[in-house]
Every structure is written in structure tokens, then in C-alpha cells.
């Protein structure tokens, strides 16, 4: 399903590929979600859960809070769109579920592992938990 905000970004939801939660994207692989501004265009699973909402939230947290194309983003952009979902989520009265968590938090570390660790401490304090300063 496509549908054309009123701002002009454009939201393509996915079928998941088989026993995945994830959908095949052209360039990035296989992915939960993912958000080019250039394009305005997000990409993500039908939204019919809360995981799958907050992974939304999370593209439209890129979308709000970051200014360039569909590149892989920083551990601190991935952290400020995690953070952002959440905080939606749970402005709205829904629970954040545990995986949603989980899956925050591997992202970041993803994209910890990507960029080097040279991130904020709030990233690797979310990414790490207590022993954050191991990874700095
Ligand atoms: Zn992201």
C-alpha cells in the first residue's frame, strides 16, 4: 500500500518476505524500515502491531529529525530515531514491547560497528547498558 502524506512524503508499506520481519529494499538489503529524505519517501512493514508501528515511528523520527538521503545512518541518528519512536509510542498511552527494545538497541549497536564508536555517551549508554564506557 502507498499513500501521499499532505506534505508530500511518500509511505510504501511492505509484506514482510517470508518467516522474515524484514522486506528486500534494492540498495540497503534486507531491512525493517528505511527512510530517504531526499526522496521523501519512507519505507516499512504493514503496520500492524507495535513492533512494526514503532519501526515506523522510527523512519518518520529520520525523516523529522535528519536532513540527508538514504545513507547508513550514525549510531547518534539511529539513537534519536529510536528514542523518537519511543517516545511517541508512549506519548500515545502504548507500551514499547521488550523486542522493540531488543531490536533498538542492536541498531544502534549496528550502526556503532559501522561508524566506529565515536558516538554520544547517551548512544552507547542506550546501547550498552552499565558497562557503556567499556566501548567508548
Ligand atoms: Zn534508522
Keep these: 500500500m502507498e499513500r501521499l502524506t499532505p506534505r508530500g512524503w511518500l509511505v510504501v508499506e511492505k509484506e514482510p518476505e517470508e518467516g522474515r520481519a524484514r522486506f528486500k ?4 538489503g534486507y531491512v525493517s524500515g528505511s527512510c530517504d ?3 521523501k519517501t ?4 504493514v503496520v500492524h502491531d507495535r513492533d ?8 518518520v523520527g529520520h525523516a523529522t529529525l535528519h536532513n540527508r538521503g538514504d545513507d547508513v545512518h550514525t549510531a547518534d541518528e539511529e539513537y534519536e530515531a529510536e528514542t523518537f519512536s519511543f517516545a511517541v509510542m508512549r506519548g500515545l498511552g502504548i507500551a514499547v514491547p521488550r523486542s522493540a527494545l531488543r531490536g533498538a538497541k542492536g541498531n544502534v549497536i549496528n550502526a556503532l560497528k559501522a561508524h566506529g564508536h565515536d558516538a554520544s555517551d547517551d548512544a552507547l549508554k542506550f546501547a550498552y547498558g552499565k ?3 567499556d566501548y567508548r
Design 131 to 133: 558497562n557503556w564506557r
Design 37 to 39: 529524505v531526499d526522496k
Design 42 to 45: 519512507i519505507h516499512c512493514l
Design 25 to 28: 529494499d534494492s540498495e540497503l
Design 52 to 59: 512494526t508501528l514503532s519501526v515506523f515511528l522510527h523512519e
